[in-house]
Structure formats: C-alpha cells, structure tokens
C-alpha cells in the first residue's frame, strides 16, 4: 500500500513513516482476533492449570467448606468473602494454624470474632503450609468474584471447567468486531491525512494552496480510490468473497435442512407420539415394509378422531376431508432428488437403524421438521461409520465370516457396498 510522496521534501521523513504507521495499524488490526483469541484463551487455561486457586479449591472443600462459605453468607463461621482484605496474610496464616493461640494473645480482632461467634472454636490446621493457605485464600477470592462458577464448584459439579471449553462468548465477538470497526476507522484517517499531508508538500507550491478543506480532501479520496494496489486489492477481497459465497452457496442448492413448513392441519408428533406414545408404524405403515414410509391416510385419523375431540375446528377438517372425499393436502418435507434411491425398510427392519437417527427426535416436535442435510456425504458418512446389523440375520453369515479372516474391524456398511454409486443411484 505504497501512498507517493514527493522526494527532497522535509515532510519526507514524517509520510515515510505515516506509511509505516498505516502498515502498522493494518497488521495490528489483522492480527488482533488472534492476539485476543490467544489471550483469552491462556486466561482461561490458567485457572484450571493446576496453579494455587485449584489446589486452594481442593483444600478449601475438604477442610473449610462445612464451616465456611465464599461468599459473605454465615454458615458456622464468617462468609470468607473480603476475609483477606480484612486482616493481613501472616495474621490469616496464624489463625488457620491455631485460632486459639491468636485468640489467647489478645488480638482485639480475633477477640471480639470469637465471641461474636459466642465462643465456637474453629478447627486448627498446624499441617497446612504457607503457600497452603494462601493457595485457600487465591481460591476464596477468585470465588468470591465470580459468583456463578462458585455456586456450581460448591454443589461438586465441575461447571467452571466445563465453561472454559467453550468457545468465545457473543460479547467477545462483538468487542473484537468493535475492535476492529475502530480500527478500519482510524486507518481510513490515517489514509486521509497522510494524503492530505502528501498533497500538500506536492502542490506546496501550485497556484491554489487555499484550495477549501473539503475538495482536497475529496481529491485525496479519489486518489486513494485511484491508487492501483488499493484498487486491485479491494477487487480481489471482493472476488474472494464472492466465489466463498457462491463455493457455499452451489453445495445448499436443494439442502432443506431445518425445513419446517405449516400444514393444513396443526398435528402434533409431540402430542401424538410424544405424550400419547402412538407407535410410528400405526401412521407411518410403510416403514418396516418397503421404500416409503407412508403418511398415514384421513382413514387412520379417523380410528381415534371417529370419538376424541370431534367438535374441535382442527379436527372438523379432517371430517372435511372425508366428507369431500379429498386427501389432506400435507406439505411433503423430506424429498430426495429422483436420482437417488432411498429404502425405509432397508434401514429401518434389516438395519435396525432407529427413527431418531435420520429424522431428530420427532416425538418432541410440535411441527415437523427435516433435522439432517439428505445430502449424499450425509449418507456415505453412516455407511463408512455404521456396523451392519448382523445379529439373527442368516443372510450376513457367510459375509461375516469371510470378512471377519481379512479384517479385524467389524463389518461396516461401506464393506458390503454402502459405497457403490449402483446402490443409491438408478
Ligand atoms: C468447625 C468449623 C470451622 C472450620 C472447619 C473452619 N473454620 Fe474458620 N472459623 C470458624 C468460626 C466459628 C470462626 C469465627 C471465629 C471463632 O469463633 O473462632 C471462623 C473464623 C475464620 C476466619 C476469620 C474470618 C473473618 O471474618 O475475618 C477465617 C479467615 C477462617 N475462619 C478461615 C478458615 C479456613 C481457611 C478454614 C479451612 C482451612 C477454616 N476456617 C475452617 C469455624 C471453622
Ligand atoms: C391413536 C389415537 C389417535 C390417532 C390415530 C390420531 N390422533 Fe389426533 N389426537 C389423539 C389424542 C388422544 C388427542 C388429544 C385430545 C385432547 O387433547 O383431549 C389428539 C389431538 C389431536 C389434535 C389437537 C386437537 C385440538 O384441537 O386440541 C389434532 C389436530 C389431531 N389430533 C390431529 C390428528 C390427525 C390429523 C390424525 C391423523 C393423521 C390424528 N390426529 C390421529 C389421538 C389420536
Ligand atoms: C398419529 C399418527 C402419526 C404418528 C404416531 C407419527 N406420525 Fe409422523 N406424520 C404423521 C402425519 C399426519 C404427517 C404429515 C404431517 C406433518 O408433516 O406433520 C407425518 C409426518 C412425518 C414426517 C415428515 C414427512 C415428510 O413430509 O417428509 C416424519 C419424518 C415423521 N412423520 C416421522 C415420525 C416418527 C419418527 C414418528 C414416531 C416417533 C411418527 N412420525 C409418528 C402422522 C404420524
Ligand atoms: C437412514 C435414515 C432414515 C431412517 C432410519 C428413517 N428415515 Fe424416514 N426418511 C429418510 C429419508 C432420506 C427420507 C426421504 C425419502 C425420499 O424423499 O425419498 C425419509 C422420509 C420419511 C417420510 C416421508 C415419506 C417418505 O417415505 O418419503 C416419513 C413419514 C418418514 N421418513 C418416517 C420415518 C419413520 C417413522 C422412521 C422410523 C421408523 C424413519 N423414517 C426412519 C431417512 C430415514
Ligand atoms: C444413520 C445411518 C444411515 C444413514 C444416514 C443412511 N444409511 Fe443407508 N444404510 C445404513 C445401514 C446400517 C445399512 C445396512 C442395512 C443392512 O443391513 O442391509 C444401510 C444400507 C443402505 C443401502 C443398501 C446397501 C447394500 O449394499 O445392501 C442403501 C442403498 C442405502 N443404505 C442408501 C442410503 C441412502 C440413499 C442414504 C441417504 C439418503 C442413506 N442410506 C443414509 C445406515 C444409514
Ligand atoms: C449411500 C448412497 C449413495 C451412494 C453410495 C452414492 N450416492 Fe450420489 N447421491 C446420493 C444422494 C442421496 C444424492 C442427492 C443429494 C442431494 O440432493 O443433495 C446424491 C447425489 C449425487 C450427485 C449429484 C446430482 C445432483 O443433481 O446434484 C452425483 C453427481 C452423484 N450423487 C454421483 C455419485 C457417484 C459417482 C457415486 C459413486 C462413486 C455416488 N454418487 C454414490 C446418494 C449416494
């Protein structure tokens, strides 16, 4: 990003190095997501690293914790929240040690503690070292701070090291893409004065030197906007951006996944085979049987709704329906493309593949929805991943056999041509 500047100029030096400074806000603005990724994630890291708060932690749960919250709550004794700012840590270190002993030497603090607590004697810990203690107190603060994780560490369950896998938070984001928009920002001033300043020096000279703040700075866009690199660069980070956008765009045509369309009647799968646990076959019929599953007919409706809920208006429409002698027009929601072949039965009775892998947990759908991509890499993926369901299926044995003297693993789909492009295409 060469901006050109007039040589034998005392300005020289200064947009030489306005060149550097805008070289050097760019790679600071490239690199600062990974700067803060990396930042982040050490600060994650560190607390489940080992260090003092999760030995503090262990310490602080086997020999405080029936007495003593880290927050400002009394149990037996104090809330340990602020403890360490209430009192030194040589003092702190001597008390876990022996309270009594602190107590005797007529600490006025100590003192007026004890019988505050009208005289509970705390347990003494001679064992615990120095950095013991203070590792206990690290912890204490560390809890004392962030509340949530402490709530969940003081019920056993290991919330707080869960969360720190997760990825970055929305707000994270949003503070780098902020980040980031600023950065744009000043670059694109930076740009402007340096420019201006070039310009200057260049026409130092020229006719017009008062020529009005606004049209140089117009002229000094427009020579930004004309600068060759500028320009070839924002077209190829355009064309990038374009092909990405197509590149993903061609692999979605025809992907449906997430498809959840109204249909004419509001029926339930999360009441019917959720809350009324009504078998998937007695409507799907077709899928122990053959290539379709089936939808069931008004007929099949009719063996319940003959009686159940007749007056209700989503129900009248199925009395239409019959009445009218026309199917209910369902909206159909899976649909794979001619060329390929797909086979309930197979899947479904030979393969004992269970519903739930292909269609997503249906029995808790108010609406039904299409949950996998129906993509051909969704297919080849289970066939490559998935054990043949050998079990009480003679046909399988001699294949078994054969397979189980050439390979170690167990027989996949992939193995008995799950892959073979015949299978699936006609
Ligand atoms: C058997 C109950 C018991 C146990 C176990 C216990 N404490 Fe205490 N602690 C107390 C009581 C009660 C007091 C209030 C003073 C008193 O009555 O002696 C107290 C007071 C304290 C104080 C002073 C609090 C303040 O507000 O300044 C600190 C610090 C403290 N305990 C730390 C610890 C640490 C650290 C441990 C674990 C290593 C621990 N205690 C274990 C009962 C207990
Ligand atoms: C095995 C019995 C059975 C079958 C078959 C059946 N349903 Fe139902 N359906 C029920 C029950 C039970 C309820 C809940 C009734 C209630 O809320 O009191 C219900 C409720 C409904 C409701 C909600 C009615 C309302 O207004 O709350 C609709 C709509 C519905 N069914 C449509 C259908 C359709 C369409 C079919 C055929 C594809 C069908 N049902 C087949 C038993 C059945
Ligand atoms: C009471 C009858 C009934 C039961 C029981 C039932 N379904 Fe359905 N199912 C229907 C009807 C009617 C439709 C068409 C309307 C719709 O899409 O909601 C349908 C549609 C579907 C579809 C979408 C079809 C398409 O258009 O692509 C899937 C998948 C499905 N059911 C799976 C299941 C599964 C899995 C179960 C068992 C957990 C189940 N169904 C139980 C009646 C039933
Ligand atoms: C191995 C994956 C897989 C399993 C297991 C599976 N389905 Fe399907 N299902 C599909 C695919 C793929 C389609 C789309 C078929 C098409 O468009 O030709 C489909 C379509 C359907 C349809 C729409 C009607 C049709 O046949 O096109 C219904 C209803 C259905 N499935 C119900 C079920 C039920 C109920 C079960 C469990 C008993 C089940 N499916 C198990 C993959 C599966
Ligand atoms: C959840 C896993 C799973 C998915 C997804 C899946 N299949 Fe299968 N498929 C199987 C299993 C298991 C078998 C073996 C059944 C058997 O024992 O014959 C099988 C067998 C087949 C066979 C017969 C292969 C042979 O050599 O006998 C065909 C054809 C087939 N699948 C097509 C498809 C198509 C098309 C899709 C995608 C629309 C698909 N499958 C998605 C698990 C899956
Ligand atoms: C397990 C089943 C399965 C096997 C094996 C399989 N396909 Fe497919 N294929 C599909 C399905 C399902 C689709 C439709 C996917 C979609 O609509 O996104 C598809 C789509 C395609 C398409 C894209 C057609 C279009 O209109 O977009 C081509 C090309 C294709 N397959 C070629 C092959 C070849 C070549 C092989 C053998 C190396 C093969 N397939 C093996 C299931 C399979």
């Avoid at 500047?5 to 190095?17: A, E, V």
């Avoid at 070292?129 to 690290?138: L, P, T, V």
Wanted: proline residues 4%; charged residues 20%; glycine residues 6%.
């Amino acid at each position: 990003m060469y901006i050109p500047f007039p040589k034998n100029s005392k300005f020289c030096s200064f947009i030489k190095c306005s060149n550097r400074i805008v070289a050097l806000v760019l790679a600071i603005m490239l690199s600062t997501p990974v700067l803060l990724r990396a930042q982040d994630s050490t600060a994650a890291a560190a607390p489940a690293g080992g260090g003092d708060v999760a030995k503090g932690e262990s310490l602080f749960k086997n020999n405080c914790a029936q007495c003593h919250a880290v927050t400002d709550e009394r149990v037996v004794g104090p809330g340990l929240k602020g403890a360490t700012s209430r009192q030194d840590m040589p003092w702190l270190i001597k008390w876990v040690r022996n309270s009594q002993a602190v107590i005797a030497s007529g600490d006025p603090y100590a003192v007026k503690l004890y019988n505050e607590y009208s005289k509970a004697q705390m347990t003494s810990f001679p064992n615990l070292s120095e950095d013991d203690i203070k590792s206990i107190f690290a912890y204490v603060d560390q809890a004392a701070t962030a509340p949530a994780p402490t709530a969940a560490a003081a019920g056993g369950a290991p919330a707080a090291t869960g969360a720190a896998d997760s990825g970055p938070s929305d707000l994270f984001m949003i503070v780098v893409v902020a980040l980031v928009v600023v950065m744009l920002l000043v670059l694109g001033v930076l740009l402007v004065i340096v420019s201006l300043l070039s310009k200057a020096v260049a026409g130092g000279t020229e006719a017009a030197p008062k020529a009005d703040f606004m049209t140089r700075l117009s002229t000094s866009l427009k020579n930004f906007a004309m600068d060759s690199s500028i320009r070839s660069a924002t077209i190829w980070v355009f064309a990038l951006l374009v092909l990405k956008a197509t590149i993903d765009g061609a692999f979605n045509v025809g992907v449906q996944q997430g498809y959840a369309p109204k249909q004419p009647i509001s029926f339930s799968h999360k009441l019917h085979a959720g809350e009324y646990k009504i078998d998937c076959n007695y409507c799907h019929t077709g899928v122990n049987r053959g290539k379709s599953a089936h939808i069931p007919s008004a007929n099949i409706c009719m063996n319940c709704h003959g009686v159940i809920k007749k007056e209700s208006p989503e129900i009248q429409k199925i009395y239409t329906s019959i009445e009218k002698n026309q199917p209910i027009e369902w909206v159909r929601v899976h649909n794979l493309p001619d060329l390929a072949y797909f086979n309930h039965a197979q899947h479904v009775n030979v393969g004992g593949v269970e519903c739930e892998n292909c269609h997503g947990d249906v029995a808790q759908m108010e609406v039904i929805q299409q949950r996998s991509s129906l993509t051909m890499g969704w297919c080849i993926d289970c066939h490559r991943k998935t054990e043949v369901n050998t079990k009480d299926n003679q046909y399988y044995d001699k294949l078994v056999q054969l397979h189980g003297s050439e390979s170690k693993e167990a027989l996949k789909v992939a193995d008995i041509g799950g892959l073979e492009c015949s299978k699936c295409h006609y």
